[in-house]
Each structure stands twice: as C-alpha cells, then as structure tokens.
C-alpha cells in the first residue's frame, strides 16, 4: 500500500477541504451498507469497557460468509451494531461512543487504499480546514491503516491454521475462531 508521509498526506486534505457539517449522514443508512462500521477486536473492546455493554450487545459479524463446502461457513470481521436505519450510537444526532469511536469513524471521508488516498461523498468536503485539523486526520489515517494491515495480517494467520470441522459459523478475527451461536 502506498503509504505518504503524514505531512504530505495533510497538505492533500488541505488542499481536497473538510469539515465535518454534523449531518450524521454517514451514520445513518442513507444507501444499501452505507452506515456499515467495520471493527477489529481492539475498537470493540475499547467501546465494551467505556459503555460497559457486553461484545455482542455493539458488535456483529460482517454480514457476508463464505463456505468452505465442508459445512463450515465463515465471515472475516465485525461491524458496529445498527438499528432499522442507523449506527446504535447516534443518538439526537450525536456519537454517543464520540471519544472511543472506530477508526473507519474518525477518517471519514477519507481511506488510504492500495492507489492512496481515497475521498467519499460527502457535504463537508471542500470546505476550510485548520492546519492542525487536516494533520490530526492525516495521523489517524496512518494509524488507522497500520491497525488495520495488523488486523488483516492476524486473520490471514488464524485462517491458514484453522483445523477442518463442519457444520460450524464463525467469525475469524485477528484474537483467533469465534463460533456463532444461532
Ligand atoms: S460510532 Fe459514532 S461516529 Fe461512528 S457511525 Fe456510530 S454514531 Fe456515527
């Protein structure tokens, strides 16, 4: 993954303009999986112990699965639990997890992709920046991206060291199997 220096990375947000107009957009379902929040074990954990809410009360299994024709069917993360057409924790139009929100949450609009920088739709893009601002989100970018290729690294590993058995659901995530229970 092309990975620029955060000071290069801040100058094209710079120049791209953010700022967040609190419309909570990307936290409502505004298009099919528009609000879906990926989470590694880390970000769940960390919301599990400001909420005091239990692991499975916030977070999901990524809702596709693949097969391994053995009757074992598997899916590859978590993401934030959501209501009929919201994340859990929008509240009045607030983050109510604001502080310990994800990381997919804290770089919105923007992702680091294997071209680079990449900018989603929204309607704060274009808009002045504060310096420090367009650095605070080039930094989480960065760290965003290295949580993520650690996450990505760990599944890959748990997945070539799964032992075969059928007829279980599971989710694979960079702390090892996790069964499904209905
Ligand atoms: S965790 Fe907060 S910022 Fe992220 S989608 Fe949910 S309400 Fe929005």
Redesign the pocket.
Known sequence: MLMEPETALAARIKAIGFQCQRCGD??RRVARES?L?MVGPPEIRRICTATGRAWREIAEPYPEFIEDGQGTRYTFGWC?KRTEDR?M??EHDH?A??DH??WI?RTYPFMLGEEGLMVFECPGLGRDIADKDAVAIARNLLARTRAEDEEYAAVKMHFMNMKPSGGRTLVIDSEGEKPIHG
Do not use: G, H, I
């Open positions: 990307c936290c609000n929040v934030l994340c924790f929008l983050c997890v604001y929100r994800p949450c």
